[in-house]
């Protein structure tokens, strides 16, 4: 028997939001920078709306299958073996994307607050939380997600705006004039790869109360952590300068430090925006790790998830300690990124094709018929 289908709309929106922020706050500004120049903000916008394009694709196709998750519907559109063969793909994706994710939180946890500390411990730590977390039932989940959205989007908006009352807005200056086409194109894609956990719609909409709803769930899901993201870009170049965010790894990081309340409230507002970050980052890791394992219970039709929990954590924590150093994972992290476009916009849209072709010959049969 599957999960009860207790999701309501807001909480469709909640999860899309607090699985989208995540890690990639704090790196977003150095990504769009050393693509856009000053025309950041404006890479930024380009890869949020080409996000948004592959999540309306994949909101579409899970509204025409609402029992389904990808993983089954694919096996009734292309049939059971390709769909089967592509399934593994995502899985495996999303896998390699969860532990990247889980690397990344670990690098900037031993650079930035924990010094002493082994990068493997911060790493297992994480990874160990989710999959605990992980073996609860998808309501339970939506209740996690909800609960921490509140907490993740009030600090950030608050560093945003303090920090503009340092802002000089020479630097947004001029704003579609940036580095070369070539490069301007690979940050777009950078951007929209920091929103590919936004996948996770597809596990969602057959456990929601009215599926139909899932489309306007996606709507503001992505508005919402789009909007923050482009805030961020916007006052961390304002603040910084397009030249002084290149040389930094996290910018958004350095704008909480440069960031005070008046009247000295509160002089350091980095360690506040650490924890919120921290936060950000599980329910993003518990997100890919719930539909990694959610989407392997699918694929070999077992009853349960809940042993896969487990199961997956050594693969997860063997590949993310795979990266020899912050530069080689950043690297990786941007190629993985980008390749993962054609996994997480452009399969979805071929399955959207090819599901409209077939419900077109149907129809045109059953009108042949009468």
């Known amino acids: 028997m599957g999960d009860p289908k207790e999701i309501t709309a807001l909480q469709a929106t909640t999860i899309l939001i607090s699985t989208i922020i995540g890690v990639g706050v704090l790196p977003l500004p150095m990504f769009a920078v050393r693509a856009g120049e000053t025309s950041a903000p404006f890479v930024t916008f380009t890869g949020i709306v080409m996000a948004a394009i592959g999540l309306m694709i994949l909101t579409y196709?899970?509204?025409?299958?609402?029992?389904k998750t990808i993983i089954t519907y694919s096996q009734d559109i292309i049939g059971k073996w390709?769909?089967?063969t592509f399934s593994i793909v995502v899985i495996f994706f999303f896998l390699i994307l969860t532990s990247l994710t889980a690397r990344e939180f670990g690098a900037v946890v031993v650079t930035a607050v924990l010094r002493e500390t082994p990068l493997e411990v911060t790493v297992i730590v994480m990874l160990l939380l989710a999959?605990?977390?992980?073996?609860n039932n998808i309501n339970v989940f939506a209740y996690i997600h909800n609960l921490y959205v509140p907490m993740i989007l009030a600090p950030v908006l608050i560093v945003v705006a303090f920090s503009l009352k340092n802002a000089n807005l020479l630097y947004l200056r001029p704003i579609f004039l940036g580095n070369d086409i070539r490069d301007m194109a690979g940050g777009m894609l950078t951007v929209s790869a920091?929103?590919?956990?936004?996948?996770?719609?597809?596990?969602?909409?057959?456990?929601?109360?009215?599926p139909?709803?899932?489309?306007?769930?996606?709507?503001?899901?992505?508005?919402?952590?789009?909007g923050l993201y482009l805030l961020i870009v916007i006052a961390t170049v304002a603040v910084f300068g397009p030249e002084e965010i290149k040389q930094i790894f996290w910018p958004t990081l350095e704008l909480a430090?440069?960031?005070?309340?008046?009247?000295?409230?509160?002089?350091?507002?980095?360690i506040i925006f650490l924890a919120v970050w921290?936060?950000?980052v599980f329910t993003t890791l518990f997100s890919s790790y719930y539909l990694t394992i959610h989407s392997i219970k699918e694929l070999f039709t077992l009853k349960d998830h809940k042993v896969l929990s487990y199961f997956i954590l050594p693969f997860v924590f063997f590949?993310?300690?795979?990266?020899?150093?912050v530069l080689n994972m950043y690297e990786i992290i941007q190629l993985i990124g980008r390749a993962g476009l054609l996994i997480t916009i452009m399969y979805p849209g071929f399955l959207l094709l090819i599901d409209f072709l077939r419900s077109w010959r149907r129809k045109k049969n059953v009108a042949k018929a009468s």
């Open 278 to 280: 921290v936060l950000a």
């Open 257 to 270: 430090r440069t960031t005070a309340i008046p009247g000295n409230i509160l002089q350091r507002l980095d």
């Open 194 to 210: 920091l929103f590919q956990g936004s996948f996770v719609i597809t596990m969602i909409i057959p456990s929601m109360k009215t």
């Open 319 to 325: 590949l993310a300690m795979a990266p020899q150093n």
């Open 212 to 226: 139909n709803k899932a489309m306007k769930a996606s709507f503001w899901g992505i508005l919402i952590s789009g």
């Open 82 to 84: 390709l769909g089967k």
């Open 61 to 67: 196709l899970g509204i025409r299958h609402p029992q």
């Open 131 to 135: 999959s605990i977390s992980c073996r």
